[in-house]
């Protein structure tokens, strides 16, 4: 089976290659050097939006709540003199 792995090579350049689960070498695609198959992190970030993940639904709604008051508050103060007072 083919699937898209990370190869380093010796001049530490970090390419993404199509290959056989069995291959381990290859070829850097920039200097042509030998590169070999790395384990990379996987990149993850929970959907918030949803309502599968519980705690980042929470954290999502508790961070837009607290910019909304902060925008409603700069809309309320929009234009009056109070915006402009700075000893608040």
Not at 27 to 55: E, H, Q, W, Y
């Amino acid at each position: 089976m083919r699937r898209l792995f990370d190869f380093k090579c010796t001049d530490g350049h970090v390419t993404e290659q199509f290959v056989d689960d069995e291959t381990y070498e290859s070829i850097c695609k920039l200097c042509g050097n030998p590169a070999t198959r790395i384990i990379s992190p996987v990149r993850s970030m929970l959907d918030p939006i949803s309502g599968n993940f519980p705690k980042a639904t929470e954290k999502w709604v508790k961070n837009r709540t607290q910019r909304m008051k902060i925008e409603n508050k700069a809309m309320d103060n929009h234009g009056s003199d109070a915006a402009w007072d700075v000893s608040k």
